[in-house]
């Protein structure tokens, strides 16, 4: 076994860090929970910004149907409830809690941590959304060109998770990168 592994597994379970660690996971499964229960009504906290971005990038116009959500007639699709990004955000926010709150020294500043690192991932979700919705409907004009038989859902679903994956591993990249950085480059006190 790899002894980073090992380092941070003993850090969590053992140093002050659990608490923190256990509270953002309850938050995480609370979240999940509510996410289960939501409409499209529920979610226009996510699904509002997304499509703003998206409709300003394509230059298209929506109309938000609260059972469906908002409709694209020009470009054939319908941000949704299941485009939210909704479980893409409650992953970048785990993630980023686990590799930020061993970094503070004090309670306080970690009791922080899970909020801003909730605000972060709102923000990295909707930027992210964003760009997985504006690729995937590039791709799907392409597979229209290319393929006579329309794979629009194979698509769809391969095109999001190579986005939202690649994003995410950048997500923890650069947070443990920029965290470590900040480490090294303390002056001794």
Request: charged share 15%.
């Amino acid at each position: 076994m790899n002894f980073r592994v090992i380092k941070f597994v003993r850090e969590v379970i053992i140093n002050r860090n659990f608490p923190y660690y256990i509270f953002a996971v309850i938050m995480f499964i609370a979240l999940k929970f509510l996410y289960t229960q939501s409409t499209n009504n529920d979610l226009l906290f996510i699904l509002a910004p997304t499509d703003k971005l998206v409709r300003i990038i394509t230059g298209t116009y929506s109309v938000y149907q609260p059972e469906a959500g908002f409709v694209h007639d020009q470009l054939n699709i319908i941000v949704g409830k299941s485009c939210a990004g909704f479980n893409f955000m409650l992953l970048s926010f785990i993630t980023l809690s686990f590799v930020t709150i061993r970094r503070p020294e004090k309670s306080i500043y970690k009791a922080l941590v899970i909020p801003a690192t909730l605000i972060f991932a709102y923000i990295f979700t909707i930027f992210t959304n964003t760009c997985r919705i504006v690729v995937s409907i590039h791709v799907q004009n392409l597979a229209n060109i290319f393929f006579t038989s329309r794979p629009h859902e194979l698509l769809h679903e391969a095109t999001g998770i190579a986005i939202n994956l690649s994003f995410l591993v950048l997500l923890f990249y650069l947070a443990e990168k920029s965290i470590n950085k900040r480490k090294y480059n303390e002056k001794p006190a």
